[in-house]
């Protein structure tokens, strides 16, 4: 499915689901257990509903050069590619916030939770970054080894008009979402 279309089924699927919903309060954080690579972690701001920014982290503890920036299958053709967006992607900075406002999110519970439409862009080192999207997956997997649990944390942004995202597979033991409280609209 060519990008515009993948695009325009992800916006028309995440509006119809939108309905009449208030984000509220709710957070989230993964972190890898061992030993830190990279965070994603998200947070609800502002006192009232028309206030309410949700506000994204990605960081990179150990530097750019380990930015999980890929999350599709590799083949050799695609090396050049990886290469050019790689030196992309060590121009920016290690940790990475933006938000959007909170009736462009919406929390479905159990680690779910999704943003979309562009926000600020903001400059980093000299390159234009317009935040495009933040979601969640929770993943099963289930295979002779046994069954787990993970959590796909992704954030989509473009750069000079292409399209760049971290995205990061952590195992369900290593996030922690919490739900405060659910406000009424």
């Not at 750019?64 to 999350?71: E, G, I, K, T």
């Not at 920016?92 to 439409?117: R, T």
């Amino acid at each position: 499915m060519p990008f515009f279309m993948s695009l325009l089924f992800l916006t028309s699927t995440l509006a119809a689901r939108a309905q009449d919903f208030t984000w509220g309060q709710h957070s989230g954080v993964c972190m890898t257990a061992v030993m830190p690579s990279t965070t994603f972690s998200f947070d609800t701001g502002g006192l009232s509903p028309e206030e309410q920014k949700v506000s994204v982290v990605v960081q990179h503890h150990n530097g750019l050069q380990f930015a999980p920036f890929w999350d599709a299958l590799v083949v050799p053709q695609d090396l050049d590619l990886l290469k050019k967006k790689s030196d992309v992607i060590t121009q920016l900075k290690p940790e990475m916030s933006v938000s959007w406002k909170a009736s462009k999110c919406q929390w479905f519970g159990d680690g779910k939770v999704y943003c979309v439409g562009s926000t600020d862009a903001q400059v980093i080192n000299g390159k234009k970054v317009v935040p495009f999207a933040f979601h969640s997956s929770k993943v099963f997997d289930s295979s002779f080894a046994g069954d787990y649990t993970y959590y796909v944390l992704t954030l989509v942004f473009y750069i000079d008009d292409e399209k760049y995202a971290y995205s990061m597979k952590y195992q369900d033991n290593e996030c922690d979402f919490q739900s405060l409280v659910k406000m009424p609209k």
